[in-house]
C-alpha cells in the first residue's frame, strides 16, 4: 500500500493567512494526487485533483503543486469558511489511500 | 445533479453482518468505479474497495476476506457487505462515485452524505 503523510497535523490560522499544507506519499506517484476538504457531518468534497486541477466551483484562492512524492496544498488567503479538515488521496494504485488529515483551526 | 444515499441499520451485533445500501439518482450507475468509504468517529478515512460496473471489483487488502461488494444497475443501486464485524468496524461508512479525469487518473467527485453504523454486543 502507498502510505500518504500529511503534515502538519493541525495549525492555527487567521483569517487572510496564507495556509501550506505538505503530503508525501511512500512511493512515487507521478500526479495522482487529490486533495479534499470536510466539514464536520459532512462529506469530504474535492477541491484539486491530479494535484494542480481546480475542481469546477472551487475558489481560486485553493491551489496545488507537486509530483512524484511530495504535494503542497495552499489557501492564498484563508477565509471564515476554509477552517475545515483537509486529506489528501493518492489515485496511482489500489487501495486508495488517504493521508491522517490536517485540521485548519481559527487562531 | 447526481447523488447518492446510504442506508442500512445503524446498530449491528458483534460477529454478524453488516450491510448497506447506496443509491444513486439523477445519473446512471453504469461506467464508473463506485467506493465504498469508511470514518471513525474523530479518525481518518479508510478505503474499503471499488467496483465497476462491467463487474471487477478491488478490494482493500485489510478488509477483503470480510467485503462483498454488488450492484444492482437495473434499481441503479449498489451493496456492500461486511461480515464478522467488530466493535473496530463502527463508523461513518459513505458510498461515492471515483470518475477519470484521463486514462488513468481518478478521484471521488460525488459522496453519499454517510450512515453511521455502530457495533455493539
Known amino acids: 500500500d502507498i502510505q500518504m503523510t500529511q503534515s502538519p497535523s493541525s495549525l492555527s490560522a487567521s483569517v487572510g493567512d496564507r495556509v501550506t499544507i505538505t503530503c508525501r506519499a511512500s512511493?512515487?506517484?507521478?500526479?495522482?494526487l487529490n486533495w479534499y476538504q470536510q466539514k464536520p457531518g459532512k462529506a469530504p468534497k474535492v477541491l484539486i485533483y491530479?494535484?494542480?486541477s481546480l475542481q469546477s466551483g472551487v475558489p481560486s484562492r485553493f491551489s496545488g503543486s507537486g509530483s512524484g512524492t511530495d504535494f503542497t496544498l495552499t489557501i492564498s488567503s484563508l477565509q471564515p469558511e476554509d477552517f475545515a479538515m483537509y486529506y489528501c488521496?493518492?489515485?496511482?494504485?489500489?487501495?486508495?489511500?488517504f493521508g491522517q488529515g490536517t485540521k485548519v483551526e481559527i487562531k | 445533479q447526481v447523488q447518492l444515499q446510504e442506508s442500512g441499520p445503524g446498530l449491528v451485533k458483534t460477529s454478524e453482518t453488516l450491510s448497506l445500501t447506496c443509491i444513486v439518482s439523477?445519473?446512471?450507475?453504469?461506467?464508473?468505479?463506485w467506493s465504498w468509504i469508511r470514518q471513525p468517529a474523530g479518525k481518518g478515512l479508510e478505503w474499503i474497495g471499488r467496483?465497476?460496473?462491467?463487474?471487477?471489483?478491488n478490494y482493500n487488502p485489510s478488509l477483503k476476506s470480510r467485503v462483498t461488494m454488488a450492484v444492482d444497475t437495473s434499481k441503479n443501486q449498489f451493496f456492500l457487505s461486511l461480515n464478522s464485524v467488530t466493535a473496530a468496524d463502527t463508523a461513518v461508512y459513505y458510498c461515492?462515485?471515483?470518475?477519470?479525469?484521463?486514462?488513468?487518473?481518478?478521484?471521488?467527485?460525488?459522496w453519499g452524505q454517510g450512515t453511521l453504523v455502530t457495533v455493539a454486543s
Open positions: 461515492a462515485r471515483e470518475v477519470n479525469y484521463d486514462s488513468s487518473g481518478r478521484y471521488f467527485d460525488y
Open positions: 439523477g445519473g446512471s450507475i453504469n461506467g464508473y468505479y
Open positions: 467496483f465497476y460496473t462491467s463487474g471487477s471489483t
Open positions: 512511493q512515487s506517484i507521478t500526479n495522482y
Open positions: 491530479a494535484a494542480s
Open positions: 488521496q493518492q489515485s496511482y494504485s489500489t487501495p486508495r489511500t
